[in-house]
């Protein structure tokens, strides 16, 4: 069970920088209400893992044979989950391991309109070995879809009229160009529903289509945040992590601590950070609340990796500004473990060592950058899973997400619009010449005082 603790958040523990008895009687005060709302707006990823996932199974199982490798392209929610299951459940060297130890197909991300990068991976690449996964919600994601551009004709100088068996779509279940493309060209697309913004969707086709591709167990994905979901249903907002998580957050933002630092201790867990950062600045950085009112509120994420970032970061950290919440995650299984030897007993940097395992330094390490903290003052929490396997994942992932839903009304902000980016994104349009948009080129070329591009 995923387990969170709070005690070095508390002023009686580390002082006037942490939460007091009355800061907690009002978050659970609090709690039902906020709870309640969540639950009757009904997010649409709510719904996931209640969704059967047999057809992209099936899909996975009957193509993973078929190529040596899969190429994601997509770019934010439409790639950041994926990334984050991958990354924690695969092998960490799971692209350079030999093909039979694999099980299936090495596994690229093309998240970005770097030629350089796509020029690399391109060189990679047999086109005949390779399937791309072209992922985009809305079907006109500039960045996807002019990367699909260049994967076509690099498909089809290589293959020709073939191209379309090496290409899978997961977009919008009827509108969108992406949609329209797929029934064009008969390629096989998987459903992004409608009500799921993309950086709530790693438990659909956007995430688990790869997932499944690289072995993942899907099913064990979706159980555990079905059971998370249960557990969340049904428990007080005192037991409920995400709710406690939330309102942690909310209350410390209130105190200064504008800056949320996500620190997991364990190499497999430093992308699930890198998704739960867009999860939360795209949810919760607005400029107005629910009525209409300019209020520019939202916590900075920020992403650390124990124990490499106490090399890096944690100086800032323990003695800069005291403007950050800290959440440290931990696995209680790595998987994997070393005993240290007894080779230099009386070299005391290395002798003490001996007889202990490589699981209780990290997790020290852990235990001690959190007591520095605390004895700075600065407040942390820490989310202990049992291992990191596909069903605590799952529960994890979810447990964050019903988080970032909380979060929305305790701060008073909608958690599932992104204002902010879709001005970038006409911007975009306008300055790549696409059609409606001319007027928006003309006020940008004004504003900046002439464009070339």
Same mark, same amino acid.
């Given at each position: 069970?995923?387990?969170?603790?709070?005690?070095?958040?508390?002023?009686?523990?580390?002082?006037?920088?942490?939460?007091?008895?009355?800061?907690?009687?009002?978050?659970?005060?609090?709690?039902?209400?906020?709870?309640?709302?969540?639950?009757?707006?009904?997010?649409?990823?709510?719904?996931?893992?209640?969704?059967? *996932?047999?057809?992209?199974?099936?899909?996975?199982?009957?193509?993973?044979?078929?190529? $040596?490798?899969?190429?994601?392209?997509?770019?934010?929610?439409?790639? %950041?989950?994926?990334?984050?299951?991958?990354?924690?459940? $695969?092998?960490? =060297?799971?692209?350079?391991?030999?093909?039979?130890?694999?099980?299936?197909?090495?596994?690229?991300?093309?998240?970005?309109?770097?030629?350089?990068?796509?020029?690399?991976?391109?060189?990679? %690449?047999?086109?005949?070995?390779?399937?791309?996964?072209?992922?985009?919600?809305?079907?006109?994601?500039?960045?996807?879809?002019?990367?699909?551009?260049?994967?076509?004709?690099?498909?089809?100088?290589?293959?020709?009229?073939?191209?379309?068996?090496?290409?899978?779509?997961?977009?919008?279940?009827?509108?969108?160009?992406?949609?329209?493309?797929?029934?064009?060209?008969?390629?096989?697309?998987?459903?992004?529903?409608?009500?799921?913004?993309?950086?709530? $969707?790693?438990?659909?086709?956007?995430?688990? %289509?790869?997932?499944?591709?690289?072995?993942?167990?899907?099913?064990?994905?979706?159980?555990?945040?079905?059971?998370?979901?249960?557990?969340?249903?049904?428990?007080?907002?005192?037991?409920?992590?995400?709710?406690?998580?939330?309102?942690?957050?909310?209350?410390? =933002?209130?105190?200064?601590?504008? /800056?949320?630092?996500?620190?997991?201790? $364990?190499?497999? %867990?430093?992308?699930?950070?890198?998704?739960?950062?867009?999860?939360?600045?795209?949810?919760?950085?607005?400029?107005?609340?629910?009525?209409?009112?300019?209020?520019?509120?939202? *916590?900075?994420?920020?992403?650390?990796?124990?124990?490499?970032?106490?090399?890096?970061?944690?100086?800032?950290?323990?003695?800069? *500004?005291?403007?950050?919440?800290?959440?440290?995650?931990?696995?209680?299984?790595?998987?994997?473990?070393?005993?240290?030897?007894?080779?230099?007993?009386?070299?005391?940097?290395?002798?003490?060592?001996?007889?202990?395992?490589?699981?209780?330094?990290?997790?020290?390490?852990?235990?001690?950058?959190?007591?520095?903290?605390?004895?700075?003052?600065?407040?942390?929490?820490?989310?202990?899973?049992?291992?990191?396997?596909?069903?605590?994942?799952?529960?994890?992932?979810?447990?964050?997400? /019903?988080?970032?839903?909380?979060?929305?009304?305790?701060?008073?902000?909608?958690?599932?619009?992104?204002?902010?980016?879709?001005?970038?994104?006409?911007?975009?349009?306008?300055?790549?010449?696409?059609?409606?948009?001319?007027?928006?080129?003309?006020?940008?070329?004004?504003?900046?005082?002439?464009?070339?591009?």
């Amino acid at each position: 069970m995923v387990h969170l603790e709070h005690r070095l958040a508390r002023a009686d523990v580390i002082g006037e920088g942490g939460f007091t008895y009355e800061d907690w009687e009002l978050l659970l005060r609090r709690g039902d209400e906020v709870r309640a709302k969540v639950r009757k707006m009904g997010p649409g990823f709510c719904r996931l893992p209640y969704d059967d *996932p047999s057809d992209m199974v099936r899909f996975a199982r009957e193509r993973r044979g078929m190529y $040596s490798d899969l190429v994601v392209v997509g770019i934010g929610g439409s790639a %950041l989950g994926a990334i984050a299951l991958i990354s924690a459940l $695969s092998h960490p =060297y799971y692209n350079i391991l030999p093909e039979e130890k694999r099980g299936g197909p090495r596994v690229f991300f093309s998240d970005n309109v770097d030629p350089w990068q796509l020029r690399g991976l391109l060189d990679v %690449l047999e086109p005949r070995r390779t399937l791309f996964n072209v992922v985009t919600k809305s079907g006109g994601t500039a960045e996807t879809v002019a990367t699909f551009l260049v994967v076509r004709r690099f498909l089809e100088d290589a293959l020709g009229g073939s191209w379309r068996e090496h290409v899978v779509v997961t977009t919008d279940p009827e509108r969108g160009d992406m949609r329209e493309v797929a029934g064009r060209e008969g390629l096989p697309a998987f459903p992004v529903p409608p009500d799921v913004g993309g950086r709530f $969707s790693v438990l659909s086709p956007v995430g688990l %289509l790869p997932a499944a591709f690289a072995g993942i167990d899907v099913g064990e994905l979706l159980a555990g945040a079905r059971d998370m979901d249960l557990r969340l249903k049904n428990s007080s907002p005192e037991e409920d992590p995400a709710y406690i998580g939330a309102a942690l957050n909310w209350i410390f =933002y209130g105190k200064g601590k504008r /800056m949320t630092v996500m620190m997991p201790y $364990s190499r497999a %867990l430093k992308e699930l950070a890198e998704w739960f950062r867009q999860l939360w600045a795209e949810s919760l950085g607005k400029k107005l609340d629910l009525e209409g009112k300019v209020v520019q509120v939202g *916590p900075t994420p920020l992403r650390a990796l124990g124990a490499t970032d106490q090399h890096s970061q944690v100086q800032l950290y323990v003695e800069g *500004p005291p403007d950050k919440f800290f959440t440290f995650i931990v696995p209680e299984d790595y998987g994997a473990d070393f005993v240290f030897p007894e080779y230099y007993p009386d070299l005391d940097a290395m002798g003490y060592l001996a007889g202990r395992r490589m699981s209780e330094l990290i997790k020290a390490e852990q235990i001690a950058t959190a007591y520095a903290l605390a004895e700075a003052g600065r407040p942390s929490m820490t989310i202990k899973l049992p291992k990191v396997d596909p069903y605590h994942l799952g529960g994890l992932l979810y447990m964050f997400e /019903m988080q970032t839903a909380y979060a929305g009304e305790l701060f008073g902000v909608n958690a599932y619009d992104q204002p902010g980016v879709e001005l970038g994104k006409r911007a975009t349009y306008a300055l790549m010449g696409r059609s409606g948009y001319e007027g928006l080129r003309g006020e940008i070329e004004k504003f900046l005082g002439g464009i070339v591009i």
